[in-house]
Nanobody, 120 residues
């Protein structure tokens, strides 16, 4: 049963912008926390941004704060990541994740990922 499906990954030039999407289905659609992670070969997974339902503010990694914006359209069960002022170091596989409870240590659902490549 597919729960999270990402799309929108693309090859772009540095300084450009891109928006990736993640459609949630089933139990994942009612998750309290949805987030974006990224990973490149040979490097660990990095948290990019998190959207907390009912929260006042969202969370961002230091490397993307001020450039990326996370948002969620509950009517469409879709999570977005708007990426502006892209840099080559933003190139990675971007994955969507969701967890039912804010206090949970691990995420319950993961998508397959969508590739973003930024060229200089």
């Amino acid at each position: 049963q597919v729960q999270l499906v990402e799309s929108g990954g693309h090859s772009v030039q540095a300084v450009g912008a891109l928006r990736v999407s993640c459609v949630a289905s089933g139990d994942a659609a009612s998750s309290t926390v949805m987030a974006w992670f990224r990973q490149t070969p040979g490097k660990g997974r990095e948290g990019v941004a998190a959207f907390i339902s009912g929260g006042v503010t969202n969370c961002y990694g230091d490397s993307v704060r001020g450039r990326f914006t996370i948002s969620r359209d509950s009517a469409k069960n879709t999570l977005y990541l708007q990426m502006n002022s892209l840099k080559p170091e933003d190139s990675a596989m971007y994955s969507c994740a969701a967890k039912r409870y804010k206090g949970a240590r691990v995420y319950d659902y993961w998508g397959q990922g969508t590739q973003v490549t930024v060229s200089s």
